[in-house]
T-cell receptor, first 114, second 118 residues
């Protein structure tokens, strides 16, 4: 069964500092991986997705993530945090064939300090 | 934005009453999903559909039923609402379509329905 683990339910960074949000997955087949962002009282918005075309994936708002099969990881990074990045971030996994469910991690709430 | 409309957006209901939430899409996507979001649990899958009249259970399906009689509509029913079903409910859609050069694999989400059971 597929699963996703996000380490750290809350992360705080200073404005301008590196953002690193961790995601590890377990999957018996090569997965599709996603990062979503949720702003208060809104739905989830796709930040980026991994579909095996490239291991380093660039997304919106300056975020990127690197797929590392050996570490079963898909960590989200941004070189310089902005106040507007404060939100909750979810990592999700979906199967490459036969399994069309999306399994989400428990989320990481990012706080950006001025 | 993907054409997904959830209704109602907010609802307060009493314990023991049936409640139906509606998800309507204009994207003609094959797959539709209902999730609930609770603090500390992220999003958990309740039920999903892979076509008209084709549905399956997710990880937290007890107390919920679904129906999909048309491609565009996916209904979630709480048969007899309980306080533990107080949550924010999200509908999602996907085409989950992948070829070598086309990777439409992501899910798109509605704005959510905040349900309170008193």
């Amino acid at each position: 069964a597929q699963s996703v683990t996000q380490l750290g339910s809350h992360v705080s960074v200073s404005e301008g500092a590196l953002v690193l949000l961790r995601c590890n997955y377990s999957s018996s087949v090569p997965p599709y991986l996603f990062w979503y962002v949720q702003y208060p009282n809104q739905g989830l918005q796709l930040l980026l997705k991994y579909t095996s075309a490239a291991t380093l994936v660039k997304g919106i708002n300056g975020f990127e993530a690197e797929f590392k099969k050996s570490e079963t990881s898909f960590h989200l990074t941004k070189p310089s945090a902005h106040m507007s990045d404060a939100a909750e971030y979810f990592c999700a996994v979906s199967g490459s064939s036969g399994t069309y469910k999306y399994i989400f991690g428990t989320g990481t709430r990012l706080k950006v300090l001025a | 934005d993907a054409g997904i409309t959830q209704s109602p957006r907010h609802k307060v209901t009493e314990t023991g009453t049936p409640v139906t939430l509606r998800c309507h899409q204009t994207e003609n996507h094959r797959y539709m999903y209902w999730y609930r979001q609770d603090p500390g649990h992220g999003l958990r899958l309740i039920h999903y559909s892979y076509g008209v009249k084709d549905t399956d259970k997710g990880e937290v399906s007890d107390g919920y039923s679904v129906s999909r009689s048309k491609t565009e509509d996916f209904l979630l029913t709480l048969e007899s609402a309980t306080s533990s079903q107080t949550s924010v409910y999200f509908c999602a859609i996907s085409s989950h379509f992948s070829l070598v050069q086309v990777m439409n694999t992501e899910a798109f989400f509605g704005q959510g329905t905040r349900l309170t059971v008193v």
